[in-house]
């Protein structure tokens, strides 16, 4: 991969001094302070709105932070700055950055299987353990997790009774679960609907790309607008779905570990489509306001369509791992 | 290209390799002080059974700060701060690949570790769960000051990720013509694999934290088997980042070694391919081991198995890697300068540490080893002697190369064996204190314990003393050392830095070199 280099090759633009950094730092300070402050005061019970003015502050100066950033970039580009070879390291930083994403929803879908394969069995008097008889007696293992084994010894008062009780309470099991319903029910499964949606935006956002490199920009921009409906759309049944979750089936972030994988998942998940949809949505911008993007040069937006497939396939996984199996 | 800032803005909206790789450096040496200051309140509480100077509950937010600070503070920013200043001169690059992103990665670390220690001076007191933060201590038994932990370990991975994304761009993208891979210096290679363990692990860490969060303010069970979850999945997230995070530590110290020693064998590295494999072969096993460090949590049987040969496994490729360096040496033209010392220390002491953990390995004799002082003794071996030592030896090494001026040797060599002699008197008792079944991270002990102890804490302080006179000569260095302006400081260094005037320009390689 070694570059090419001759006396007429360009020089790698290095920048020679930026405040972009110590201000993205200082806001992502604030962020932290902001957050554990506001969390930590929330659980004393003594909240007030003040707590949170800092996270905020830090939210908003970030933003601020991170759009001069970019615009610097993109007007460094259009200048014709960026040789050949310091777009290869915009791609590749995007590409591993994405591989740290990965690694992050792994986490996430680890514990799931974790507990799916291991812990709970174990729960319920599987193996070699005396977890059962002496703690949990009564519980037994079923995915979705119905019945927490605090729900088995007769709720959190039976447990603080017996001289455990976890600070972080109560976890009752919920009313209904988010499974697969069965065919029959298919059209009225809201997670059907979402990953049809995902994947044709997935793929109207390919019909996008292959028209912007035949320079047809109309195609493009219909193209993009289509996409981020259809992404937006999924985000509003997702927030449909969550409604459903909480008011009608009693499924809580503290409904036991099905309602913690539940949420953490789909959660994660659905902060990652906002955020794509966020960044397509200023791409799109770009295209109809500024005409950006031409045949050859359009990294923004092959970067943000590359972070669009990414969330796209773990929403296959998830529905996978979270709603059928 | 401009030339750097006047004043504190050439720090502060720096975007030149070698000033954050500087800034990384000092930072990572004020943090070794701060975490040292910890270990030496340890030390002092423990230089006597019973409690004389601390309160219990001090002693653990002790333990904990040291091992937080060190390993986040100290130890990694120190490499990032090597591979800041070495690998785009030692691959013929003109600076990072993305130099902007470079100080962002630099400038939050500061914030982060003001986040966390300042959590010392916080009602309830600083994180008092030990640095591989357990739950539920960590979780339900964990003081408020866990909120502020857990964003500022959130902080380190974002930064941590961002250098290492930086790095693996610089060296797919920045390499001269003709500076193949198997052409790239061993530091340069380590590195590369370092940087994709912490890109893949530290999203996992913070997940782990994420997880935490949530069980403490949101009401979730990941870690309480009240509602499903289970305390010891935290163990088995936190070693999937763990036990590559521990190669991110020796990796990059493995690869220094492998510059200092040819150097001053005066003959190339032996077995330069082998070296490139078995790096891989290590990183490529630190994914699949991490239970190795719950044998005792009540495992089933297949798995304490598993999880011992394959970490016996280890064992091979990293013997590879100390057969190549004693071989390099072998009938080579040696000489002891204060970098070779520290190289030659590191092989032998972190060897020690290797079989110590081939020890520790075997999960029926890990029964009686566990947490006890033995496991302490191992990992110092391997994080002191193996990354500390790297670190004094390349700073050593490089620092006539980066201020342009020789340190003094003799005061190199004084520190060096003061240095040894305080680690090692600090150390090697703690093996027959673990053996013996001292549990560890417990401010008292029985009488039976007290004479290794002291012996134990006057090492300790001796090895203190030795980093003030290191501090001091680099001090001296840089404004009265002797100049030097020759290439090629060390008689047969091979490498692009020693084709480089000392001090190095503020740019160099504007146009890459050709490499044959």
Not at chain 1, 94 to 115: D, H, N, P, R, T
Not at chain 2, 250 to 273: C, D, H, M, N, Q
Not at chain 2, 461 to 482: H, M, P, V
Request: hydrophobic share 55%; proline share 5%; net charge neutral.
């Amino acid at each position: 991969m070694a570059h090419k280099e001759d006396g007429a090759t360009p020089r790698y633009y290095v920048p020679a001094r930026s405040s972009m950094a110590i201000f993205s730092a200082t806001a992502l300070a604030m962020i932290a302070l902001g957050a554990a402050s506001g969390m930590n005061s929330m659980r004393a019970a003594n909240a007030s709105g003040g707590d949170w003015l800092l996270l905020y502050a830090g939210l908003i100066a970030l933003a601020i932070t991170l759009a001069c950033w970019f615009s610097l970039t993109i007007r460094e580009n259009l200048k014709g700055m960026n040789s050949e070879q310091l777009k290869v390291s915009y791609r590749i930083g995007m590409q591993w950055f994405i591989f740290s994403e990965v690694m992050f929803f792994a986490a996430f879908f680890g514990v799931l299987f974790y507990v799916r394969t291991l812990a709970g069995p174990w729960l319920s008097g599987d193996g070699a353990g005396v977890m059962n008889t002496l703690l949990w007696p009564g519980f037994d293992y079923a995915w979705p997790l119905m019945d927490t084994p605090q729900d088995a010894i007769g709720g959190v008062k039976e447990q603080a009774k017996a001289g455990f009780l976890a600070n972080n309470g109560e976890h009752t099991g919920p009313a209904r679960n988010m499974s697969f319903p069965g065919w029959e029910n298919l059209l009225h499964w809201l997670p059907f609907w979402n990953t049809t949606l995902l994947v044709l935006s997935s793929i109207w956002l390919e019909f996008a790309h292959h028209s912007l490199k035949k320079g047809n920009r109309k195609g493009f921009n219909f193209w993009l607008a289509l996409t981020l409906i259809f992404g937006f759309v999924f985000v509003y049944l997702q927030y449909l779905e969550y409604h459903e979750a909480y008011v009608d089936y009693g499924l809580y972030l503290n409904s036991g570990i099905y309602g913690a994988t539940f949420f953490m998942l789909t959660g994660f998940h659905g902060f990652h489509v906002i955020m794509g949809a966020g960044i397509l949505t200023v791409q799109f911008f770009r295209s109809i306001m500024k005409k950006h993007f031409t045949k050859e040069d359009h990294f923004g937006f092959e970067a943000a369509s590359w972070y669009w497939h990414f969330v796209d396939v773990v929403w296959i996984f998830l529905v996978a791992v979270v709603y059928v199996y | 290209m401009a030339g750097p800032d006047k004043g504190f803005s050439r720090w502060l909206l720096a975007t030149n390799h070698k000033d954050i790789g500087a800034l990384y450096l000092w930072f990572s040496f004020a943090m070794f002080l701060i975490g040292g200051s910890f270990a030496m309140i340890i030390r002092a509480e423990l230089f006597q059974p019973g409690l004389q100077l601390v309160e219990p509950n001090f002693f653990n937010q002790m333990t904990t700060m040291h091992g937080l600070v060190m390993v986040f503070g100290a130890i990694m920013p120190a490499f990032v701060g090597l591979a800041n200043y070495m690998i785009p001169i030692m691959i013929g690059a003109p600076d990072m690949a993305l130099p902007r992103m470079n100080n962002l990665s630099f400038w939050i670390l500061p914030f982060a570790f003001a986040i966390l220690v300042s959590s010392l001076f916080m009602e309830g007191g600083a994180p008092n769960f030990g640095w591989t933060f357990y739950a539920p201590l960590s979780t339900t038994y964990a003081p408020p000051s866990v909120t502020f932990f857990i964003f500022g370990v959130h902080l380190m991975g974002i930064s941590s990720i961002m250098g290492a994304i930086n790095i693996v761009a610089t060296i797919f993208n920045l390499r001269a013509p003709g500076m193949t891979l198997m052409k790239m210096p061993l530091f340069v290679w380590t590195w590369l694999i370092t940087a994709f363990l912490l890109i893949a692990v530290m999203p996992v860490l913070a997940g782990a934290v994420t997880m935490m969060l949530m069980d403490i303010h949101f009401g979730t069970s990941f870690f309480s088997a009240a509602g499903g979850g289970d305390p010891v999945l935290f163990q088995h997230i936190f070693w999937f980042f763990g036990h590559p995070e521990v190669y991110i530590i020796i990796l990059p110290a493995f690869g220094v070694v492998s510059e200092i020693i040819p150097t001053f064998s005066r003959k190339p590295l032996f077995g330069y391919a082998s070296m490139v494999y078995a790096t891989a072969a290590i990183a490529f096993l630190s994914f699949i081991v991490w239970a190795h460090h719950m044998f005792t949590v009540g495992m089933p049987l297949v798995g304490e198995l598993y999880f011992m040969w394959a970490t016996m496994l280890i064992a091979v490729p990293t013997a590879a890697k100390v057969f190549n360096w004693i071989t390099t040496m072998f009938k080579g033209s040696l000489t002891f300068e204060t970098p070779m010392l520290f190289s030659i220390a590191f092989v032998f002491l972190f060897t020690l540490g290797g079989l110590t953990g081939l020890m520790l390995a075997i999960a029926p004799a890990d029964m009686q080893y566990h947490d006890s002082y033995f496991v302490v003794a191992h990992f110092h071996y391997t994080m002191v002697a193996g990354a500390i030592f790297s670190i004094s030896a390349s700073v050593y090494y490089w620092l006539p190369k980066w201020c342009g001026r020789m340190y003094n040797e003799t005061m190199g060599k004084v520190h060096f064996w003061i240095a040894f002699l305080g680690f090692n008197l600090t150390f090697f008792p703690q093996h027959f204190l673990g053996l013996a079944g001292m549990p560890r991270r417990i401010p008292d002990y029985s009488i039976q314990f007290a004479d290794f102890n002291m012996i134990s804490s006057i090492g300790a302080f001796i090895y203190g003393l030795a980093q003030l006179i290191f501090l001091f000569n680099i001090i001296r260095t840089i404004y009265f050392g002797e100049k030097t302006t020759k290439e090629q400081t060390w008689e047969s260094a091979r490498g692009l830095e020693w084709t480089l005037p000392s001090p190095l320009p503020f740019h160099t390689f504007e146009r890459p070199p050709s490499i044959k």
